[in-house]
């Protein structure tokens, strides 16, 4: 249902973007990014309201470096990575919320920032 992209290997401070194509987008209210450090919990990175007024919400580790959007063209939310630090290295996953609360997860993408 949601196929995400993008992932790698970079060095602080370098860019990367991620990508997440949703088979029912059309269907979506709020799509959005979640990640995922070893031994820690899955947290919020930024969401997006693909429905509507494309409205977007960021976790305040990532504000001013992030930004996610989205083109309703190719039913694609995309996260764009900027200055990244060691501490934004984790598993990545596109997440998917329909209008009842229903949700769908794509397979993690890889984010390796070394220092």
């Known amino acids: 249902q949601l196929q995400a992209s993008g992932g790698g290997l970079v060095r602080t401070r370098e860019s990367l973007r991620l990508s997440c194509a949703g088979s029912?987008?059309?269907?979506?209210?709020?799509m959005g990014w979640y990640r995922q450090a070893p031994g820690k919990q899955r947290e919020l990175v930024a969401t997006i309201r693909v429905a509507t007024s494309g409205s977007t919400n960021y976790a305040d580790s990532v504000k001013g470096r992030f930004t996610i959007s989205k083109s309703n063209a190719r039913n694609t939310i995309y996260l764009q990575m900027n200055s990244l630090e060691p501490g934004d290295t984790a598993v990545y996953y596109c997440n998917a919320k329909f209008y009842t609360g229903a949700e769908h997860w794509g397979e993690g993408t890889l984010v390796t920032v070394s220092s």
């Open positions: 029912r987008y059309s269907n979506y209210n709020i």
